[in-house]
């Protein structure tokens, strides 16, 4: 995203065509949008839910309201993403996942995200424990089977037994590992980022945090090179200041911004589920009955507007945030997060003070904010 370059983008049978800066001889229509940004359309790896509709509904229709809906928000790719539970379940919804994947209408789905089982209690969130379990990778191999190869980013607890070996495994096939949920040490984190773990699921949440004696988790993030951190930039999970010390800390290049959302995102204030646990959403937060926060209502456009409201980020890095490197950060960069000629043109626009004003997909727009 380029400020202060005024120019002209071609779309050709909903590809990006070439970028002029001066204005083309072309019989092509020509939208104005002066005084606006041009962005890439927005990625979230890690969306449980929108709409009131879940992704461990196991339900296709579900799923194509979810990927239509998440258009008012930027989006215009995404990853399903799990929460443990029973491996029947799991293995169903992997199935259905991979069965709607091409039928779907709005934001396009680049992938799934298993988060869970494979995590620790203590750090559970709104995970149910009874269904942790250690890393198998013949348990997992059967998902991936009903998946048709679409998982490609798993979470796990380091600490559980096998997780170093499981992690080497899996990403010598391409599935991204990533870490969360977990009571880990320092050293335990660092092992399983050695065998290849790249990627701390919402950073600060589920976690062990950082202390001057034990680094933990969250030291593992701040320290550990060539990792990435999500983190849900809604006010409510992580203090802005701390966000600002965290991403200056590990850069900005390596920040995911994520929304984390569960089925109650889109939706007004009243009680919902997250997988089996009944949630509330009020005053902008979603929470379990005993009061912790139960995955977020967060839109990732705001997300990106907060990063640059609370001033921890440009507006060229806070989109770099939500497109480019998450896709970057699971190896799909290679179909979304960047406009480029040839790709498809999946695009957002931004006002001045960075609201999203409308969202195109494959060159045609189909959200625009009155």
């Known amino acids: 995203m380029q400020q202060n370059r005024p120019g002209y983008l071609e779309i050709i049978n909903g590809r990006f065509g070439d970028f002029y800066r001066d204005k083309p001889t072309w019989n092509h229509d020509t ?12 990625v979230d790896t890690h969306i449980h839910g929108f709409k009131n509709h879940d992704v461990m509904d196991n339900d296709d229709n579900g799923l194509k309201v979810m990927s239509e809906a998440l258009l008012s928000t930027g989006v215009t790719s995404f990853l399903p993403t799990t929460l443990t539970a029973d491996h029947e379940l799991l293995n169903e919804v992997a199935k259905t996942i991979s069965q709607t994947k091409d ?7 680049q992938g799934i995200f298993f988060e869970g089982p494979f995590f620790t209690e203590k750090y559970k969130g709104a995970q149910n424990p009874s269904y942790f379990t250690d890393p198998d990778l013949n348990t997992f191999y059967e998902w991936q089977v009903s998946a048709k190869g679409l998982i490609n980013k798993i979470a796990i607890a380091p600490e559980r037994n096998g997780a170093e070996d499981f992690t080497h495994e899996l990403t010598k096939h391409g599935v991204i590992v990533s870490l969360g949920h977990s009571d880990a040490t320092f050293q335990e984190a660092r092992e399983v980022v050695n065998a290849g773990a790249s990627i701390f699921v919402h950073a600060f949440n589920g976690m062990r945090g950082l202390s001057h004696r034990e680094p933990g988790m969250v ?8 990792t990435y951190s999500e983190i849900i930039c809604d006010g409510h999970h992580v203090h802005p200041s701390v966000i600002k010390l965290f991403v200056d800390t590990i850069g900005k290049e390596n920040v995911i911004l994520i929304t984390d959302s569960m089925m109650a995102g889109g939706m007004p204030e009243g009680n919902y589920m997250l997988g089996e646990f009944p949630v509330t959403l009020k005053d902008g937060t979603a929470r379990l009955n005993e009061g912790s926060l139960a995955g977020s209502v967060l839109k990732l456009n705001d997300a990106v507007k907060n990063m640059v409201d609370w001033g921890i980020a440009t507006p060229e890095e806070a989109i770099m945030m939500a497109t480019y490197t998450p896709a970057k950060s699971i190896d799909i960069d290679y179909v979304c997060g960047q406009i480029k000629k040839g790709r498809s043109a999946d695009f957002t626009v931004f006002d001045q003070q960075m609201n999203l004003k409308a969202t195109y997909l494959d060159g045609i727009c189909r959200f625009k904010q009155d």
């Open 219 to 226: 030291g593992a993030a701040m320290s550990l090179k060539n």
């Open 31 to 42: 939208i104005d949008y002066r005084g606006y940004s041009i962005a890439p359309g927005l």
């Open 103 to 109: 039928e779907v209408t709005g934001a396009k789905i």
